[in-house]
DNA sequence: GCCAACGTTGGC
DNA sequence: GCCAACGTTGGC
């Protein structure tokens, strides 16, 4: 799940504990978050940072449900066109589960054979909530150098 | 700041 | 339904 940590980072995650994953404005990234379930780990990904890269783990601790957001006129994810009847829009709740010692980048990543075929490898691809497979998942966490006890 | 990639909008 | 124009994302 990405995030400008301009905007919001894994400090601040951290900080707050848990946060509501709000301002998914694409339907393949909200169908993805709509697939999540309670317990799910999912990673933080800082975008548009130098360098841009994993930050750390997060864990799904409520399921998608209606992003307020939608019917805010004052937020800039405001959209006009969804109904409180039928929301066109999800977020998710998370908490914070570890904050990675370095940042992986994403360069790093990319030279990982380990990790080839991975999406958020992959050209243009701007999607901000993505899947992982779990052999990824595994060797991602283990570059990182965190173990199951150290995750929150 | 540049620009490729991609999603959305809206005229037809 | 097609597709050009436009806006956004996000690495570099």
Redesign the pocket.
């Given at each position: 799940m990405?995030s400008?940590p301009s905007v919001y980072s894994i400090d601040d995650l951290q900080r707050d504990g848990t946060a509501e994953w709000e301002g998914v404005?694409?339907?393949?990234a909200r169908n993805h978050m709509r697939a999540m379930r309670v317990g799910d780990l999912a990673f933080f990904?800082?975008?548009?940072?130098?360098?841009?890269g994993i930050a750390g783990l997060m864990r799904i601790c409520r399921e998608a449900y209606p992003d307020d957001t939608q019917f805010d006129r004052r937020s800039k994810y405001f959209d006009r066109?969804s109904r409180s009847s039928k929301p066109a829009w999800d977020r998710v709740d998370v908490a914070f589960a570890a904050r990675f010692d370095v940042l992986l980048p994403?360069?790093l990543l990319?030279d990982d054979p380990a990790l080839q075929g991975m999406l958020?490898l992959?050209?243009?691809?701007?999607?901000?909530v993505q899947p992982v497979s779990e052999p990824h998942f595994r060797h991602i966490l283990e570059l990182a150098g965190t173990r199951p006890a150290q995750v929150q």
């Open positions: 990405k400008e404005r694409n339907f393949q990904y800082h975008s548009n940072a130098t360098p841009p066109r994403l360069h990319r958020v992959k050209r243009g691809m701007r999607l901000s």
